[in-house]
């Protein structure tokens, strides 16, 4: 199986708790990086400091509802740069709103996950992405 390098933009740290644990109890992910926004993201993928030896992600989950920099903007900014385009973010926020989810597609996010009120729900989450980004299909 292969083993996914994650960064997770997220404000809520209650949030990125969770879904650290979901990710780590499936034993999918090599390491795991959480930054709080969309700013501290391309800092992160630019490996400007304090992120100058971290590794490239292979995927990278994204809420939407940030402060500084939201997921729409650091999306477009993300994918706007050759070298990180081929990268899957996967969108990972509370929002229902059709708008989002349309708008996060056109932006290219390669999946739109509504967060679960319920932590085993979350864990659901975390299997199926450890089976379809490990075993379902290639990653560059």
């Known amino acids: 199986m292969k083993k996914l390098v994650v960064l997770l933009v997220e404000?809520?740290?209650e949030d990125a708790f969770l879904v650290r644990e979901a990710l780590e109890e499936q034993s999918f992910v090599t390491n795991f990086f959480h930054v709080e926004n969309g700013a501290e993201a391309i800092k992160f993928l630019k490996k400007e400091e304090p992120?100058?030896?971290?590794e490239t992600p292979t995927i990278i989950l994204m809420d939407l509802n940030m402060p500084i920099m939201d997921g729409h903007e650091a999306l477009?900014?993300?994918k706007s740069v050759p070298k990180w385009k081929h990268i899957p973010i996967i969108i990972l926020t509370t929002s229902t709103r059709k708008d989002d989810i349309l708008?996060?597609?056109k932006e290219q996010s390669s999946s739109y996950i509504v967060k679960p009120d319920d932590i085993f729900q979350l864990d659901d989450i975390a299997e199926t992405l450890k089976h379809y980004w490990t075993n379902t299909i290639q990653l560059p």
């Not at 992120?51 to 971290?54: H, L």
């Open 11 to 13: 404000d809520n740290k």
């Open 51 to 54: 992120y100058q030896k971290v």
């Open 76 to 78: 477009q900014k993300i």
């Open 103 to 105: 708008k996060s597609y």
